[in-house]
């Protein structure tokens, strides 16, 4: 058989949980970061839209660093979006 295509045996009793680094939540939901490219940029002279996965805490929405594709983006201030 070849080696890439095992499947792993791993028991989830083996691995190491990820937490939120704000409040320690252990659960993450799915979101998207869409990031536009300019037709001056693109192979193709087209404005295109990329979708960039990623994961947010169902609890407190943080980003972990590990799962921000571009870390450029600052994180999101929600005390200042309910003033």
Excluded at 45 to 60: A, N, R, V, W, Y
């Amino acid at each position: 058989m070849n080696e890439n295509n095992q499947a792993l045996n791993i028991s989830p009793n083996d691995t190491t949980a990820i937490t939120c680094n704000e409040c320690g939540n252990e659960s993450f939901r799915p979101i998207v970061f869409l990031r536009k490219i300019s037709r001056f940029l693109s192979p193709d002279g087209q404005e295109h839209i990329i979708p960039l996965d990623s994961m947010e805490c169902t609890k407190c929405q943080n980003v972990n660093k590990e799962f921000n594709p571009i870390p450029s983006i600052p994180k999101k201030d929600t005390e200042n979006e309910k003033n």
